[in-house]
C-alpha cells in the first residue's frame, strides 16, 4: 500500500502525445527545496491515448514532501517545462482539483486570499547577526491556524520548537531537535529538514516564523466533495431520467463535462469562503438544497457570484441533456416535429399500427425514442422537407 498518492491532469493529451510519451516525477522535501528525480526507466508513467489523468504511488513518500513532474519524450531526449509544487496529500476528489478552487479564493491583496495548510510567512532569524539560516519549514496538511513559531538553540547543533499559546499567553513546547536530522514538531503540525539547514548556530540564536492559514488542506477537500454531492443532487432533481447515486458519484475523472468541472469548484469555493467568514446562515434562504442555490442565484452581491456561476454552467449542462439525448444510454431525445398517432389519417393511407414517433427521412423509416441514437440528431435538419400536415409540433 502506497504511502502518498500523486495525482496528474494532462488537460490536453492529443497535444502532449504530439511530443512526449512518458512522466518523469521529482520530489523535494519543502515547497521551494531542490526537486530530484525519483522515477526511472521502469517506474515512470506512460502516456495513454484519451486518457488525462495519471496516479503515482509514492512508497517512500510522506505528506510533507513536494513533487513537480515533467513529460519527456524517451526517443529523443525533450522535455517540458516543470510542472506546478504539488503538495504529497491524496486529495480523493473527482470533479476538479484543489488548485482551481484555490484560484477562485485568491485575491489581488494578500489580506483578502483565502490560505491554506502550506502557507507561512516571516521565516527569520531573531537577530541578523546570527550566523544561522533556515531554508524552508513543511507544515502538515491537516493544520490550520495562524501562530508565531520560535526556534531557539541549546547549543550548536540542538534546537527546542515553540509556539505562542493563544488561550494562555505563554510559550507551548512542541520538542527539541538536532540541526543534523530531521525534525517533526510533537503535535505533527511542522517538519524541518536538516539539508535546510546552514551557518553555525551558538546557543541562544532563535528562528521565527509564523503560520497563516485559514482552513487545512484536508478541509478544503472535505468541501470539494461535498460540492460534488450538491452537483450530483441538482443533476438528479433535474434531469429526470437519471438513476441516483447514492454511495459514488456520478462520474469519474476521465469522464467529468467541463460544466460539472466548472461548477463544482464554485461552489466548493463558496462553501469554503462562507465557512471561514461565518456566513453559513444567510437570512431569507430556504431550506431546500435546490431552492437555496435558485435563491442564490438571485441575489445581488459579490457573495452569491460563485453559485450563480455554478448554476449557469448546470443550467446549460441540464438544458442539454433533457432536450437532445441521454449521455448515460446513448439514446436520442426527440425535440424534432412528431406526429401523434391519427388511426383514421393513416389507414385512409393504408398505413397500419403506427404509433408516436419521429421521421428520419435518410432510413425513410418510422423511429421510436427506443430505437433512436445520438447520430440520428444530425439528421433533423434533413426532416423538414418531409414535414407536412401529419405532423405536429
Avoid at 513533487?67 to 519527456?72: D, G, N, P, S, W
Avoid at 499567553?169 to 530531521?182: F, R
Avoid at 514538531?185 to 521565527?208: C, F, H, M, Q, R
Avoid at 471561514?276 to 438571485?298: F, R, W
Amino acid at each position: 500500500m502506497s504511502v502518498v498518492r500523486l495525482t496528474i491532469e494532462i488537460e490536453d493529451i492529443c497535444r502532449a502525445l504530439e511530443d512526449f510519451n512518458f512522466i518523469d516525477i521529482y520530489r523535494s522535501q519543502t515547497k521551494w527545496g531542490t526537486y530530484t528525480k525519483i522515477t526511472n526507466t521502469n517506474t515512470r508513467i506512460k502516456l495513454c491515448p484519451e486518457q488525462n489523468f495519471y496516479d503515482y504511488d509514492d512508497n517512500n513518500g510522506s505528506e510533507y514532501h513536494w513533487y513537480k513532474y515533467q513529460l519527456v519524450d524517451t526517443s529523443g531526449n525533450k522535455k517540458s517545462n516543470f510542472s506546478e509544487p504539488t503538495q504529497a496529500y491524496t486529495p480523493d476528489i473527482t470533479y476538479c482539483k484543489f488548485t482551481d478552487v484555490r484560484r477562485l479564493l485568491r485575491s489581488k491583496s494578500y489580506e483578502g486570499t483565502i490560505r491554506f495548510s502550506d502557507s507561512y510567512r516571516n521565516l527569520r532569524k531573531g537577530d541578523e547577526s546570527q550566523d544561522v539560516y533556515l531554508k524552508a519549514i513543511s507544515v502538515n496538511p491537516n493544520y490550520s491556524g495562524t501562530q508565531p513559531y520560535i526556534i531557539t538553540f541549546l547549543n550548536a547543533t540542538d534546537f527546542k520548537l515553540e509556539v505562542n499559546d493563544e488561550t494562555s499567553y505563554a510559550k507551548k513546547y512542541l520538542g527539541q531537535g538536532s540541526i543534523s536530522a530531521d525534525f517533526i514538531a510533537e503535535d505533527n503540525s511542522i517538519k524541518i529538514y536538516s539539508s535546510d539547514w546552514s551557518g553555525v548556530p551558538v546557543a541562544g540564536n532563535t528562528v521565527l516564523f509564523d503560520t497563516d492559514s485559514h482552513m487545512s488542506i484536508s478541509d478544503a477537500i472535505l468541501f470539494i466533495k461535498d460540492a460534488e454531492t450538491l452537483v450530483d443532487v441538482i443533476l438528479e432533481e433535474n434531469i429526470s431520467y437519471l438513476t441516483a447515486k447514492d454511495t459514488t458519484t456520478r462520474f469519474e475523472r476521465n469522464t467529468v463535462p467541463k460544466a460539472v468541472e466548472a461548477a463544482t469548484s464554485r461552489f466548493a469555493a463558496f462553501f469554503i469562503y462562507t465557512t471561514i467568514y461565518n456566513e453559513q446562515s444567510i437570512n431569507g434562504l430556504p431550506n431546500n438544497i435546490n431552492d437555496i442555490t435558485v435563491a442564490l442565484s438571485k441575489r445581488e452581491n459579490d457573495l452569491s457570484s460563485w453559485v450563480k456561476q455554478a448554476m449557469k454552467y448546470l443550467d446549460g449542462y441540464v438544458k442539454k441533456y433533457t432536450s437532445q439525448f441521454d449521455p448515460e444510454s446513448g439514446l436520442a431525445i426527440a425535440t424534432a416535429p412528431r406526429w401523434i398517432n391519427d388511426p383514421i389519417i393513416f389507414n385512409a393511407s393504408g398505413v397500419y399500427n403506427v404509433g408516436d414517433g419521429v421521421f428520419l427521412p435518410d432510413k425513410d423509416k418510422i423511429f421510436n425514442r427506443e430505437e433512436m441514437t445520438y447520430n440520428s440528431l444530425l439528421d433533423w435538419d434533413l426532416m423538414i422537407p418531409y414535414i407536412n400536415q401529419y405532423l405536429v409540433y
